[in-house]
């Protein structure tokens, strides 16, 4: 298993293999880039639509013939944000998305094999730029390339996302090294691996733990989530939107789940290298529909890692007790890490809710109810640790 033919790196973990604010966009594009860069400048305004509306009506099937995928991706970039803009950008949801911006859109999402909204690669994995471009991806090197609003708390939130999949490559480069121990039964390369993976998810939950240095919950809730929401199961939007000069569509409306880090593919890689399964309920069925929402790179290496590897099962046949330690704490971090997306999900959005608007929230912009389906997803992680058989014998 060759990580760059999933496009994935050690280095970089899922982020973009391409600088995003190195990408120069053709001059036929420039007038649409110009446009999504200044949101935080007219979004404000309270006629948004209105300026949408002014932006040239472009076809975009040669570009996606003949643009590299860089230039494709930042394109998606820049159009999302806008299509996102165009929806909440004002008082109430439209149920048209114009032409302007919904068959661009359309064409991006079909050629990258992802939906025709803000999707996670957008937002975080191909949304970022370098300070010091030589540097590395420390959140005191990173910046923002495409914001709705701008600012301090939605930057930050932003970046301690790529800083979290950047240093994720260091577990992802351990996955080939693991699969191979498993199939050779090497009960002593899968501890030396495992105990590599545990150092990166100790970096990784130290930067997850530094959310709120400089992204207020308040902040968070009414300024930077707004704009992420997707149109599926969101009754702002009824039966979803209708898609204009999309003829495919046969004008009727298209419902997708909004940007969620729950699109992210580390949690779920480590899933399937690990072996840990989850209910068949409609959390499961979630997830698996959120799979469709990643890059397809993405998506068949964690479905290549899920039918290839043999670790857990490895284990339980090796009588090791240092093996199984080692095994069960990368699972403890993996529990650690859903159990802080559980706690920022309850003071960032939850408790705001109920201080601001007298009721708790618990749909999250992908559409679904996530404080069940966080806590329900962490206890399923811990209830899979392996039993030490030498220590219970």
């Known amino acids: 298993m060759n990580l ?37 400048k007219t979004l404000p305004t309270g006629r948004i639509r ?36 165009y929806v909440w950008g004002e008082r109430d949801a439209p149920d048209h998305l114009p032409a302007n911006l919904a068959l661009p859109v359309w064409q991006l999402a079909e050629t990258l094999g992802q939906q025709p909204l803000l999707p996670y690669s957008g937002y975080v994995l191909d949304n970022w730029g370098r300070i010091d471009a030589d540097g590395g991806f420390d959140l005191d090197n990173l910046f923002m390339l495409q914001p709705f609003l701008g600012g301090q708390d939605e930057a930050w939130f932003v970046l301690v996302h790529v800083a979290i999949e950047a240093t994720a490559g260091g577990l992802l480069a351990e996955f080939p090294n693991l699969i191979g121990a498993a199939e050779q039964g090497d009960g002593a390369r899968l501890k030396r691996c495992f105990e590599r993976m545990i150092e990166v998810w100790d970096r990784i939950n130290a930067i997850f733990d530094r959310m709120p240095e400089r992204c207020d919950p308040y902040i968070y809730f009414h300024r930077v989530r707004p704009w992420i929401h997707g149109w599926k199961d969101n009754p702002a939007l009824g039966d979803g939107l209708i898609y204009d000069g999309v003829a495919v569509t046969e004008g009727k409306p298209q419902s997708f789940r909004g940007q969620t880090g729950s699109q992210s593919s580390i949690v779920p890689a480590m899933d399937a290298v690990l072996e840990l399964g989850h209910a068949d309920d ?3 069925r979630y ?14 290496f964690i479905d290549d890692v899920r039918r290839a590897s043999r670790v857990r099962t490895t284990i339980q046949s090796l009588k090791d007790t240092a093996l199984v330690h080692a095994y069960n704490e990368c699972v403890e971090r993996l529990a650690r890490f ?4 559980l706690e920022y999900a309850a003071s960032y959005i939850n408790r705001q809710a109920r201080d601001h608007h007298g009721n708790a929230v618990d749909i999250g912009t992908g559409g679904t109810p996530f404080m069940k389906y966080l806590k329900k997803h962490r206890d399923e992680t811990q209830q899979q640790l392996l039993r030490d058989k030498l220590a219970v014998a």
């Open 4 to 40: 760059n033919d999933y496009d994935i790196s050690a280095e970089r973990g899922f982020l973009s293999s391409f600088d995003p604010d190195q990408v120069e966009l053709p001059s036929a594009l420039a007038e649409i880039r110009s446009a999504a860069l200044a949101l935080p």
């Open 50 to 85: 209105q300026l949408i509306s002014r932006l040239p009506a472009l076809d975009l099937d040669a570009f996606c013939r003949q643009a590299s995928d860089a230039e494709r991706r930042l394109a998606m970039v820049h159009y999302s944000f806008l299509v996102q803009a």
């Open 282 to 284: 409609p959390l499961r």
């Open 287 to 300: 997830l698996d529909e959120l799979h469709l929402y990643r890059p397809p790179q993405h998506r068949r």
């Open 338 to 341: 859903r159990s802080r997306h």
